[in-house]
């Protein structure tokens, strides 16, 4: 009961502090608003054409869904270890029973909630304005469980990534840094066909590879490739699980302590 | 105060990037006691509080409650860094909760904004507080789980006249009922008020320790009887013949070490001269002259009506490696009993 009351206490706080920075609210839902309406509705996909977008709609929403599971977490996470820095707040908690693990996973919750619903905006507009045609069925609710183990991965990816930077800027560059390369060779936006034969084990490293391969499995086709690329929905959701747990550990130990 | 040790630390040591920022403390502070820490910016205090509350690693042994600092109790300890920033955005009861919501048990919120005085600021973002409001919810963020041991990295920066003594006030009774104090800060007259006994930290070294009377004596210098006028230089001499030591100064003879009892020699020797003064002035040691001694930090400058700035030495500035971090210098809050211009110490 303790830790839950602790658990609680950051997470209320965490969530209060959010939704009261109205710019912070407003970029978190647009940035990928704005993204379905260039590629979705200016750019559009030419199914059968070359190049990028060229395949059906439904295709590119785990690329969609991607953006918002990697960039909200890695700069919201990175920045708020930076802010608590800046305001000595991390050594003002390492004298209070929360420990780097609980901090992480609150922050990590209210994340989850709020990439929850910009998911859910995502989903809606990608279906609405760029006529994507996706089988409705109980698999969706495996979204659910991809967006919130994207969201703890990268939770724990943006927790290294604030402790290693010296600010917040530097953490803004470092997280850009990570995240472009890996939202676009993750099989989300380029697809493997468009990559040299000799890169594609290199896509296959990425951890957002598996939510993109598992939540284009549970919206668009079974896959079709050979090794990893051929796995379906539960197991790149397994995977995307393993890798999870193994993120937020090392982010739960990069939180700073003290000074 | 009982003899329990809560805060120890023996042959304590910490450096910066080969700057050194604890040179071999020790100290011992007791169960109930207020310990005031005093020090140049600079000197190791926010470093010492670091690692007495396991925040920071350091050398040497450093315990609470009889368990290493990082190992101890932490529903017991209430911490206010120095330049503690918490969210902007919640009000003050939100902070105070949420720091509350992180112990087993705490106090109620309410009461522990009436206790610092902001029960009728409690709905109001931290960030809209004023600079001593925010301050004093810092403050309560530290009170919050009732602890048995508080350190307070310089808690009234910032804080007006009224507000300080109130939190003073608070301060005491804490310690009068059992809880031990572990106070930093630049105000000596604060130390003086609160601390039953005060430190010295200079270049990471303990340099004195003892009560605020105690380093008075061994350490603040003799009393000084100041006599002013235009026309006083005529009474050096009598002054001399009569047994006292005198140093003349501009339209000013200053006479050190006079005890209450020789001062009516030193009027008699005057008025015998015929000398005439405008002012007489005895003035006993301070704290701060204890500070000024030991840290042999002097302030030399003269202010000069509109001009930009008063030159000399100052503390604030000392150009010492900061452990204060970046506008330690700005958070300052200056000495309220700062020696007077044109006054050369």
Redesign the interface.
């Known amino acids: 009961m303790t830790r839950t009351r602790r658990i609680r206490a950051e997470t209320v706080a965490a969530t209060r502090s959010f939704l009261r920075r109205r710019t912070a609210v407003f970029f978190t839902f647009f940035f990928p608003l704005l993204l379905v309406l260039i590629f979705g509705v200016l750019v559009r996909t030419q199914p059968g054409g070359g190049g990028l977008f060229a395949r059906p709609d439904a295709y590119y929403l785990p690329g969609y869904l991607a953006t918002v599971v990697l960039f909200t977490p890695l700069s919201r996470i990175g920045s708020e270890i930076a802010r608590h820095r800046d305001g000595h707040r991390f050594e003002k908690l390492a004298t209070t029973p929360l420990t780097r693990g609980e901090w992480l996973l609150a922050h990590t919750l209210v994340n989850v909630g709020v990439i929850g619903v910009a998911s859910l905006l995502v989903f809606g507009l990608v279906t609405l304005v760029t006529g994507a045609e996706i089988p409705v069925s109980g698999d969706l609710l495996l979204l659910v469980p991809f967006v919130a183990l994207a969201v703890v991965l990268f939770c724990g990816v943006g927790a290294v990534l604030g402790r290693a930077s010296d600010s917040q800027d530097g953490v803004i560059a470092a997280s850009n840094s990570v995240a472009l390369p890996l939202l676009f060779l993750s099989d989300t936006f380029v697809s493997p066909d468009l990559l040299p034969e000799w890169f594609l084990p290199a896509v296959n490293l990425s951890p957002l590879t598996y939510f993109s391969r598992g939540v284009r499995a549970v919206t668009f086709a079974a896959p079709d490739g050979a090794g990893l690329a051929g796995v379906g929905a539960v197991g790149n959701l397994a995977i995307l699980a393993v890798l999870s747990v193994v993120c937020f550990a090392v982010g739960a130990a990069a939180v700073p302590r003290g000074e | 105060m009982n003899d329990a040790t809560v805060v120890r630390a023996v042959d304590a040591r910490k450096s910066y990037d080969g700057t050194v920022a604890l040179d071999g403390v020790s100290l011992d502070v007791r169960e109930g006691e207020v310990f005031g820490l005093i020090g140049p910016n600079g000197a190791g205090k926010t470093t010492l509080v670091?690692a007495l509350?396991?925040?920071?690693d350091a050398e040497g042994t450093l315990e609470l409650f009889g368990d290493a600092a990082g190992d101890s109790d932490?529903?017991r300890?209430?911490?206010?860094?120095?330049?503690?920033?918490?969210?902007?955005?919640?009000t003050a009861r939100?902070?105070v909760?949420?720091?509350?919501?992180?112990?087993?048990e705490s106090r109620r919120v309410d009461d522990v904004l009436t206790d610092v005085g902001l029960a009728d600021d409690a709905d109001t973002?931290y960030e809209n507080l004023s600079g001593g409001q925010k301050r004093r919810a810092c403050v309560a963020?530290a009170l919050v789980?009732d602890p048995d041991v508080l350190?307070l990295d310089e808690p009234t920066t910032g804080i007006d006249p009224a507000g300080r003594r109130a939190l003073w006030g608070l301060l005491d009774s804490l310690a009068d009922s059992g809880v031990t104090v572990f106070l930093t800060s630049h105000s000596m007259e604060e130390v003086e008020r609160l601390a039953d006994r005060v430190g010295l930290l200079r270049d990471g070294e303990l340099v004195a320790v003892g009560t605020p009377a105690e380093l008075v004596v061994e350490h603040g210098g003799p009393a000084r009887f100041v006599v002013a006028g235009p026309d006083v230089g005529a009474g050096a001499d009598p002054l001399r013949d009569a047994g006292f030591a005198v140093e003349v100064g501009t339209d000013e003879l200053v006479l050190g070490d006079v005890t209450p009892a020789e001062l009516g020699d030193a009027v008699t020797a005057l008025a015998d001269a015929g000398v005439d003064y405008e002012s007489l002035t005895w003035t006993e040691p301070t704290l701060e002259d204890v500070y000024l001694r030991l840290t042999g930090e002097t302030f030399e400058g003269t202010f000069t009506p509109g001009a930009s700035a008063v030159e000399g030495d100052d503390a604030a500035t000392d150009g010492a490696p900061d452990e204060d971090g970046p506008g330690g210098a700005g958070v300052d809050d200056g000495d309220a009993s700062a020696p007077p211009a044109e006054v050369d110490r």
């Open positions: 670091r509350t396991g925040t920071a932490r529903s300890i209430g911490l206010l860094p120095q330049e503690f920033g918490p969210p902007g955005r919640l939100e902070l909760g949420y720091y509350g919501g992180l112990y087993e973002w963020t789980n350190f």
